[in-house]
T-cell receptor, first 113, second 112 residues
Framework: DSGVTQTPKHLITATGQRVTLRCSPR?????VYWYQQSLDQGLQFLIQ???????AKGNILERFSAQQFPDLHSELNLSSLELGDSALYFCASSPDKDTDTQYFGPGTRLTVL | QKEVEQDPGPLSVPEGAIVSLNCTYS??????FMWYRQYSRKGPELLMYTYSSGNKEDGRFTAQVDKSSKYISLFIRDSQPSDSATYLCAMRRSSGTYKYIFGTGTRLKVLA
């Protein structure tokens, strides 16, 4: 158990809908990262937050947004969902903004029908 | 062409074998290299971390980086059935923020 929690574990929704994925980092970790994992694209870095501020952006679509709250938990919002958004979404955390040691959560499996 | 290429496998080996997992990359700016292990229905777990070229050993695991060939390897000695998992390589540039590029992963099966 990495200490990172993600909810929900599974989410099934329809095209065009909006969902929110939640992540609680390990105790004391200030950085949160979001990743998307699909069979054809592999693990793709989406975005990093450090202590409430956006720090790095990867291949995140404009339909997706994220934020990190004062208690350091983070939410990833996915809107206008398409079939291709079906994937595993992972959250990871690390103690600081400049460290390569990340601890991954168990993931949220999103299915868009 | 993807920035990082990794053979998806599956790679099946008998217990006790030496396993070699590899990634190639195209961007010479990558300086930091990682290997992750991912069990089915779990998140990735950091196994090895190396900077620039050279070897790093940790127990049964050895990570090797050859920057001149843009090639990284992970060796697993005395492989065990519990090593059966998907292995992901990851890398990033030395400057700027921590944006990681991952390989698609190699599925390994160690047969008892």
């Amino acid at each position: 158990d990495s200490g990172v929690t993600q909810t929900p574990k599974h989410l099934i929704t329809a095209t065009g809908q909006r969902v929110t994925l939640r992540c609680s980092p390990r105790s004391g970790d200030l950085s949160v990262y979001w990743y998307q994992q699909s069979l054809d694209q592999g693990l793709q870095f989406l975005i990093q937050y450090y202590n409430g501020e956006e720090r790095a952006k990867g291949n995140i679509l404009e339909r997706f947004s994220a934020q990190q709250f004062p208690d350091l938990h983070s939410e990833l919002n996915l809107s206008s969902l398409e079939l291709g958004d079906s994937a595993l979404y992972f959250c990871a955390s690390s103690p600081d903004k400049d460290t390569d040691t990340q601890y991954f959560g168990p993931g949220t499996r999103l299915t868009v029908l | 062409q993807k920035e990082v290429e990794q053979d998806p496998g599956p790679l099946s080996v008998p217990e006790g074998a030496i396993v070699s997992l590899n990634c190639t990359y195209s961007n010479s700016a990558f300086q930091y290299f990682m290997w992750y292990r991912q069990y089915s229905r779990k998140g990735p777990e950091l196994l090895m971390y190396t900077y620039s070229s050279g070897n790093k050993e940790d127990g049964r695991f050895t990570a090797q980086v050859d920057k001149s060939s843009k090639y990284i390897s992970l060796f697993i000695r005395d492989s065990q059935p519990s090593d059966s998992a998907t292995y992901l390589c990851a890398m990033r540039r030395s400057s700027g923020t921590y944006k990681y590029i991952f390989g698609t992963g190699t599925r390994l099966k160690v047969l008892a």
